[in-house]
């Protein structure tokens, strides 16, 4: 919802219902960390994402939108860190080619 320019608050009330119906699923983490990112929230989101790869530390995805949220927060090296594993993980994927252009953004 967020990324195709929906109501962010809206996206929020959902993703907070869902993460607390299911408050074990990494995925409902990354989903609720992921409308935090877009709300400029990052702190909340950093941790709602560390929290999600202890439960799937290989997960892409996840890699990436914490990379992003790094990158965000001004942690440059905990950045490229993710957003390298989030290319390596996902070779010749979306999601490779955003953790790479990610990179570049961070010089």
Known sequence: MVE???NVD???TLAQATRRAMPDSPHTADTLAW???YKGNYYAARDLLEEALR???DNASMHL???MTYGKLNDK???VLHL???AALAPNSKTSRD???ELAKLG
């Open 10 to 12: 809206v996206a929020l």
């Open 77 to 79: 090296s905990d950045a």
């Open 99 to 101: 953790a790479s252009d």
């Open 35 to 37: 409308v935090y990112f």
């Open 84 to 86: 390298k594993k989030a």
């Open 4 to 6: 195709n320019g929906g």
């Open 55 to 57: 439960s799937a530390p």
């Open 65 to 67: 939108h914490l990379g």
